[in-house]
Nanobody
Framework: QVQLVESGGGLVQAGGSLRLSCAASGRTFSSYGMGWFRQAPGKERDFVAAFSRSGSFTYYADSVKGRFTISRDNAKNTVYLQMNSLKPEDTAIYYC?????????????????WGQGTQVTVSS
């Protein structure tokens, strides 16, 4: 198993930046495909970004392409989400997640492990 802890959320003005971190512990970090999701009040949990299980490829939701970047530091067992040019519609709780298989990386159902989430609020 793997345990995930997010950090780095906060309040930022539109156009600003934040970097989220997800620290993993437990089973070898590199055994999992890592992803970020977000959930706004009253809405479903949506895919934001993910690595392939090998870590060689990255995937992004259309709404964040060109603004968000997912990265990882295997030595620190940490995944990051750099968020630039933030918009009010990016406001949500952001979750880090880990999946054991490569299929359906865009669906929350593919991820068996989740962090507690970190709030990101973007003011207009």
């Amino acid at each position: 198993q793997v345990q995930l802890v997010e950090s780095g959320g906060g309040l930022v003005q539109a156009g600003g930046s934040l970097r989220l971190s997800c620290a993993a512990s437990g089973r070898t970090f590199s055994s999992y495909g890592m992803g970020w999701f977000r959930q706004a009040p009253g809405k479903e949990r949506d895919f934001v970004a993910a690595f392939s299980r090998s870590g060689s490829f990255t995937y992004y939701a259309d709404s964040v392409k060109g603004r968000f970047t997912i990265s990882r530091d295997n030595a620190k067992n940490t995944v990051y989400l750099q968020m630039n040019s933030l918009k009010p519609e990016d406001t949500a709780i952001y979750y880090c997640a880990a999946r054991e298989y490569e299929t359906n990386k865009y669906s929350p159902a593919a991820y068996g492990y989740w962090g507690q989430g970190t709030q990101v609020t973007v003011s207009s």
